[in-house]
C-alpha cells in the first residue's frame, strides 16, 4: 500500500527555517513524481513545489521561489522541502504527494493538480 509520512513541522519565527521530510513506502518510489501542497486556514489547497522523478525538472509557486527548494533522495525513498525565510503567510498545513509512475520520463505534478496520493499533512506555523 502506498504511504506517503511527513515529519519535521512546528513552530518558527518570521525569518526562520524548516526542512519538511517525506518518507515513501509501498511502491517504487523512483519511478514517481512528488510535490507539495499545503492549505493555509479558512483557504483552499495551493500547489508549492514539484519535481520530477530524475531531479531534472522542478515548479514553483511564485509566492515561494527563491525560498522554498524541494529535493528527494531516491536511495532513501524520501522527498524534502527546505523552507527558509519563513513568513506568516506561510502558515498551513503541508501535504507531501507523488503522482505515477512515469518510466524514463520528466513528468512534473501541475501545481494546480489532480494528484493521486496525499501524506496525512505536518503542520508549519511561522509566529512570533
Known amino acids: 500500500q502506498l504511504q506517503l509520512v511527513e515529519s519535521g513541522g512546528g513552530l518558527v519565527q518570521p525569518g526562520g527555517s524548516l526542512r519538511l521530510s517525506c518518507a515513501a513506502s509501498?511502491?517504487?518510489?523512483?519511478?514517481?513524481?512528488v510535490g507539495w501542497f499545503r492549505q493555509a486556514p479558512g483557504k483552499g489547497l495551493e500547489g508549492v513545489a514539484s519535481?520530477?522523478?530524475?531531479?531534472?525538472?522542478?515548479n514553483y509557486a511564485d509566492s515561494v521561489k527563491g525560498r522554498f527548494t524541494i529535493s528527494r533522495n531516491n536511495a532513501e525513498n524520501t522527498v524534502y522541502l527546505q523552507m527558509n525565510s519563513l513568513r506568516p503567510e506561510d502558515t498551513a498545513v503541508y501535504y507531501c504527494?507523488?503522482?505515477?509512475?512515469?518510466?524514463?520520463?520528466?513528468?512534473?505534478?501541475?501545481?494546480?493538480?489532480?494528484?493521486?496520493?496525499w501524506g496525512q499533512g505536518s503542520q508549519v506555523t511561522v509566529s512570533s
Open positions: 509501498g511502491f517504487t518510489f523512483n519511478y514517481y513524481s
Open positions: 519535481l520530477s522523478s530524475r531531479s531534472v525538472r522542478t
Open positions: 504527494v507523488a503522482q505515477g509512475p512515469h518510466y524514463l520520463t520528466d513528468y512534473l505534478i501541475p501545481l494546480e493538480g489532480p494528484v493521486d496520493h
